[in-house]
């Protein structure tokens, strides 16, 4: 948290936009209102009858069936007082709740659809805790911010003009205390806020640190690198540490005082009572009502505090997840176009792209794939062949050019329709914690068994299948560690081709495995390939020799074009490689 957020006072706006979110539960918000003033109502009625009792059926007329009767009126209404807290409580913490849920969805719906270039700058950690614990810090504001924060001040302005309308000399010598505690509160929420700022950034850093070296720990141990990350996550375990125990300290020393001023305010009333108690016709219910509405002013003051900085800490978490919001870095949807296949021809056209402004990875680009046609992009590594790819899957928006197919524009299509029926294999397969069915259909419903042993059947890989443990049911562990290389990419390709989508592209896919899974992916591409138009990113030859055209990327632009013979057969940066490729089996 910035310097900036912690001096912040409470946002209004930001609250009023919170407050938006209580819309649909409108009958919740306002039965969670109507309880609070109710109990805050409520709570000077008992202390009133308990003077009442004392001064008018104790110490004037004995009169102990009034006792008996007001005794069990004050009996019924702390069961009353009790019934309304439990209900105000559980409706707070549903209405809490219920805001929770609903923002929670609406952040990871405004996430998934975000550009990979909002991803490329954002670390992951960043976005779990902005849909995780930000989120949950919202909670609070309803259950123990700002609905009980105005029932505590409703119940202290109901509490004073009671006391000033029973005895004013009494009151004023109540509250003589009163300023040093408003001190005493300003400070120690001062004090608090600093230190919730400084835990909650210490459990962050722990948090990123732990998820960032469990999900390393094989390079952490191959570089024996375990005492020297052992040591940092001391160090941030220590200052998370020390954050605890400085918060710890401002309640330790807050509440004493608290409690010593409230003493204080008690030990004035005796003392004005035993001195002037004769002058003001001050009863032992009068002192009874007063000693007790000390300690009940006390309670919401000490309590406020905390309250404050539950709704500023709500506050600054809301601020963080409407930041996350307010990005306006979507893909853009606007087409209409239903894509349903490559008809005639995908062409590029002047197509320029940087991720990062001014250092452009594709320069003005051009190049055509007829329907049907299989291409493959070779060159070193920066080239720009995955950008094409990127670009064509629409990851990333391009900045200059056209991307047209069949001669229309590449965005005047339905986006999830042209996603749909384009099937991608990358080079870094990702694998859900999950049966290897459901990380093959990706938990689609529209997806049927049947239609995924036809596909592995039909490309070759259905023995594959059923050579690992359980077949189908095989649980993938996370990322996949379970599996090979070779064997999630081969996942991969079912994955890819039980969409049947018309068009197929191969990103890099055989870049690192072992010769018997080469051959199968080889055999699962050309199958896959048959009647559609695709695009093959390889580092081996022999994941081309079939292709129709192959195109040779240099420092994002086309510098070859043609077929393996006609490239082959001239003096061609691409014979270079091949003549490597004879020696080093990679081009």
């Known amino acids: 948290m910035s310097n900036a957020e912690q001096n912040k006072g409470l946002n209004f706006k930001l609250l009023k936009r919170i407050l938006s979110y209580t819309q649909p539960y409108k009958q919740l918000f306002y039965g969670a209102v109507f309880f609070t003033l109710i109990i805050a109502s409520l709570a000077i009625v008992r202390p009133l009858l308990i003077s009442k009792a004392l001064n008018e059926y104790v110490t004037n007329a004995k009169d102990f069936e009034g006792l008996n009767s007001i005794c069990l009126i004050i009996l019924s209404l702390l069961f009353i007082e009790a019934f309304l807290q439990i209900l105000n409580l559980r409706i707070t913490n549903l209405l809490g709740q219920n805001i929770v849920k609903d923002l929670r969805n609406q952040v990871y719906k405004h996430i998934i659809q975000l550009k990979n270039s909002y991803f490329d700058t954002t670390p992951v950690g960043t976005l779990v805790t902005r849909a995780i614990s930000d989120i949950e810090s919202l909670s609070d504001v309803f259950a123990q911010g700002f609905i009980v924060i105005v029932g505590d001040i409703v119940m202290l302005l109901?509490?004073?003009?009671?006391?000033?309308?029973?005895?004013?000399?009494?009151?004023?010598?109540?509250?003589?205390?009163?300023?040093?505690?408003?001190?005493?509160?300003?400070?120690?929420?001062?004090?608090?806020?600093?230190?919730?700022?400084?835990?909650?950034?210490?459990?962050?850093?722990?948090?990123?640190?732990?998820?960032?070296?469990?999900?390393?720990?094989?390079?952490?141990?191959?570089?024996?690198?375990?005492?020297?990350?052992?040591?940092?996550?001391?160090?941030?375990?220590?200052?998370?540490?020390?954050?605890?125990?400085?918060?710890?300290?401002?309640?330790?020393?807050?509440?004493?005082?608290?409690?010593?001023?409230?003493?204080?305010?008690?030990?004035?009333?005796?003392?004005?009572?035993?001195?002037?108690?004769?002058?003001y016709q001050i009863g032992l219910g009068d002192i009874t009502f007063f000693i007790m509405m000390i300690n009940m002013l006390f309670r919401p003051i000490r309590m406020l505090a905390d309250r404050l900085n539950t709704l500023q800490m709500g506050i600054v978490s809301a601020e963080r997840v409407f930041k996350v919001l307010d990005t306006n870095e979507k893909i853009t949807n606007e087409g209409t176009i239903n894509f349903e296949g490559v008809k005639q021809t995908i062409e590029f056209k002047n197509v320029s792209f940087a991720y990062t402004k001014d250092h452009?990875?594709?320069?003005?680009?051009?190049?055509?794939?007829?329907?049907?046609?299989?291409?493959?992009?070779?060159?070193?590594?920066?080239?720009?062949?995955?950008?094409?790819?990127?670009?064509?899957?629409?990851?990333?928006?391009?900045?200059?050019?056209?991307?047209?197919?069949?001669?229309?524009?590449?965005?005047?299509?339905?986006?999830?329709?042209?996603?749909?029926?384009?099937?991608?294999?990358?080079?870094?397969?990702?694998?859900?914690?999950?049966?290897?069915?459901?990380?093959?259909?990706?938990?689609?419903?529209?997806?049927?068994?049947?239609?995924?042993?036809?596909?592995?059947?039909?490309?070759?890989?259905?023995?594959?299948?059923?050579?690992?443990?359980?077949?189908?049911?095989?649980?993938?562990?996370?990322?996949?560690?379970?599996?090979?290389?070779?064997?999630?990419?081969?996942?991969?390709?079912?994955?890819?081709?039980?969409?049947?989508?018309?068009?197929?592209?191969?990103?890099?896919?055989?870049?690192?495995?072992?010769?018997?899974?080469?051959?199968?992916?080889?055999?699962?591409?050309?199958?896959?390939?048959?009647?559609?138009?695709?695009?093959?990113?390889?580092?081996?030859?022999?994941?081309?020799?079939h292709v129709d055209k192959i195109l040779v990327f240099d420092q994002g632009k086309i510098i070859e074009e043609g077929s393996i013979q006609e490239l082959l057969n001239s003096d061609s940066k691409f014979k270079k490689l091949y003549e490597l490729n004879n020696k080093e089996e990679v081009i």
Request: hydrophobic share 45%.
């Open 158 to 279: 109901i509490f004073v003009s009671v006391m000033f309308a029973n005895n004013w000399v009494l009151t004023l010598l109540a509250l003589s205390t009163i300023p040093l505690l408003f001190i005493a509160t300003a400070v120690f929420k001062r004090g608090v806020k600093k230190t919730f700022t400084l835990v909650r950034n210490a459990v962050s850093a722990l948090n990123t640190f732990t998820q960032e070296h469990i999900t390393g720990m094989r390079l952490v141990q191959l570089f024996n690198r375990e005492e020297q990350e052992l040591e940092k996550f001391k160090e941030i375990n220590r200052q998370h540490r020390v954050a605890n125990i400085k918060a710890i300290f401002y309640y330790s020393v807050f509440f004493p005082i608290v409690e010593i001023l409230s003493s204080v305010s008690i030990a004035l009333i005796i003392w004005f009572v035993g001195v002037k108690g004769n002058s």
């Open 360 to 545: 452009y990875v594709l320069n003005n680009i051009s190049f055509s794939i007829k329907a049907g046609e299989t291409i493959a992009l070779v060159g070193s590594t920066g080239a720009g062949k995955s950008t094409v790819i990127n670009l064509f899957s629409r990851f990333y928006d391009f900045e200059n050019g056209e991307i047209l197919i069949d001669g229309i524009n590449i965005r005047q299509f339905d986006l999830i329709s042209l996603r749909k029926n384009t099937g991608v294999v990358l080079q870094d397969v990702f694998m859900f914690n999950d049966t290897l069915l459901n990380n093959i259909t990706l938990s689609n419903p529209d997806i049927k068994f049947e239609d995924v042993v036809a596909a592995t059947k039909q490309i070759g890989l259905y023995d594959y299948i059923l050579s690992l443990p359980n077949g189908f049911d095989y649980q993938v562990t996370e990322r996949g560690q379970g599996l090979s290389a070779g064997q999630r990419q081969l996942v991969a390709f079912i994955r890819a081709f039980v969409y049947q989508p018309s068009i197929f592209i191969l990103d890099e896919a055989t870049a690192t495995i072992d010769t018997q899974t080469e051959q199968l992916i080889q055999k699962a591409t050309e199958k896959i390939s048959e009647g559609r138009t695709s695009i093959i990113i390889a580092h081996r030859l022999s994941t081309i020799k």
